[in-house]
């Protein structure tokens, strides 16, 4: 595949600037692999790449699933100051941010994450799902014959509920404008009111509106409050047209309620690019029911994020050296 410059612009939805603890600036490791993009993404940022050792003060961790070697450099390499991963989510590495919420802040490294940084290609990706689930593209294109009947649902002047405020959720709002939509955020703090919504609620106050509402979509992180939000009783609430799109995480969703809501036809459709379990099984129910299609976390591949990633890198290593602000900070106590 040939790589393209990214027409992305990651500043558009950035939150504010987190504060951390003052760094020095140092040696940067790349790791557990060499993925030499990142190596030059490092270097571009006028960073020194060199193999961990004693001397490491700042590492870029390129893999999600080797979280325990992870946990086991941060141990053995204490002098480590900032840690780059790979990911928007971070629930991975939960085990490593629980172990640093215990200590002291100073004693620790300043955690970011690629947060904003995919913004833009998943909310392409929410709007695409939500799109396809309301003009019935899933059960059409497996029906691979010519319907008698003309059905589908226009996205233009729907009420949405958007679930998250983060990166993903603000370039969604922008994707959403021509559509003329009624919104309503849920976000953490309703105080903080999100542009172009018609209203934000806090997380007490969105279930009462459930009946409502044609479609749902989930661009929030994972956390101990998130868990499971969707379940029986929020699909019960929602009117049978309504559609149901998750570009969050999987364990946001009770999955069984979900099958059930769809083959009861309690929601019209869904459209999932991540599940609980995830990787789905062959087999499984979700699979076979017409009104639901899966994208199996394709909404930002690897030929989207390498390039975004490799910005964030560059971006942070300047601001490592420097001292200035690091962009995607992680709450290791709030775990995103």
């Not at 909310?123 to 003309?150: G, I, N, S």
């Not at 969105?206 to 661009?219: G, M, Q, S, T, Y």
């Not at 076979?288 to 971006?315: F, K, Q, W, Y």
Request: glycine share 8%; net charge negative; proline share 7%.
């Amino acid at each position: 595949m040939i790589e393209r410059p990214h027409q992305h612009d990651e500043g558009r939805y950035l939150a504010p600037s987190t504060a951390h603890r003052a760094l020095t600036g140092g040696p940067i490791a790349v790791a557990p692999t060499r993925g030499e993009a990142f190596v030059a993404a490092v270097r571009a940022g006028g960073g020194d790449v060199q193999p961990l050792d004693e001397n490491t003060k700042g590492l870029v961790w390129l893999s999600e699933t080797r979280s325990d070697e992870l946990s086991d450099i941060l141990q053995q390499h204490p002098g480590i100051e900032w840690l780059q991963l790979p990911w928007a989510g971070v629930d991975a590495f939960s085990s490593i941010l629980n172990g640093l919420a215990g200590t002291n802040e100073q004693d620790r490294p300043v955690v970011t994450s690629a947060k904003g940084a995919y913004s833009e290609p998943v909310a392409e990706h929410a709007l695409a799902l939500l799109l396809a689930t309301l003009r019935e593209l899933p059960q059409k294109a497996r029906a691979a014959r010519w319907k008698d009947e003309r059905t589908g649902l226009s996205l233009f002047g729907n009420r949405v509920l958007l679930v998250g405020a983060g990166g993903v959720a603000r370039a969604f709002m922008d994707l959403l404008a021509p559509f003329h939509c009624e919104v309503t955020v849920v976000r953490r703090d309703p105080s903080q009111h999100m542009e172009g919504a018609a209203k934000t609620v806090g997380q007490d106050g969105w279930r009462e509106l459930l009946p409502e509402i044609d479609a749902v979509v989930l661009a929030a992180a994972h956390t101990d409050s998130t868990r499971a939000m969707w379940a029986a009783p929020e699909f019960d609430a929602l009117p049978q047209h309504a559609v149901f799109v998750n570009i969050a995480r999987g364990p946001l969703v009770d999955t069984p309620a979900l099958v059930s809501a769809l083959k009861s036809g309690n929601i019209a459709g869904a459209g999932l690019d991540v599940t609980d379990p995830e990787p789905l099984p062959d087999g499984h129910p979700l699979f076979d029911i017409p009104e639901c299609v899966i994208t199996s976390h394709a909404a930002d591949t690897p030929a989207m994020t390498r390039p975004l990633l490799a910005a964030r890198v560059t971006h942070n290593t300047k601001a490592f050296l420097s001292g200035s602000p690091l962009r995607g900070v992680v709450s290791v106590e709030e775990g995103y």
